[in-house]
Nanobody, 123 residues
Framework: VQLQAFGGGLVEAGDSLRLSCVAS????????MGWFRQAPGKEREIVAA????????WYTDSVKGRFTFSRDKALRTTQLEMTGLKPEDTAVYYC?????????????????WGQGTQVTVSS
């Protein structure tokens, strides 16, 4: 499985960005999908995740109400719509997949990773 994330950029506080992730090489299996971010000097953290069936979507508290996770199974893409961006959202954003249908918050359980896309929010 290869994941490619794109859509990052330099924006001002309050602006919006849409990140996208395209998957290829996927076999027939169930997997959960997620978006993570890593700011300089900080550990990678999970931002949002969706279960295989789409019945569960999880967001970290700091982005609730501002970020929206969506998925297109047929196109093998996920998107993270980010609105009301804040300087503290500045980070490299990664898309990821894990084997199994459920959301797991432990970063170590996510196996497949995209290359990351930089999001910088100026104040």
């Amino acid at each position: 499985v290869q994941l490619q994330a794109f859509g990052g950029g330099l924006v001002e506080a309050g602006d919006s960005l849409r990140l996208s992730c395209v998957a290829s090489g996927r076999t027939s299996r169930m997997f959960a999908m997620g978006w993570f971010r890593q700011a300089p000097g900080k550990e990678r953290e999970i931002v949002a995740a969706m279960s295989w069936g789409g019945e569960s979507v999880w967001y970290t508290d700091s982005v609730k109400g501002r970020f929206t996770f969506s998925r297109d199974k047929a196109l093998r893409t996920t998107q993270l719509e980010m609105t009301g961006l804040k300087p503290e959202d500045t980070a490299v954003y990664y898309c990821a997949e894990r084997e199994g249908p459920a959301i797991v918050l432990n970063t170590a359980s996510w196996i497949y990773w995209g290359q990351g896309t930089q999001v910088t929010v100026s104040s």
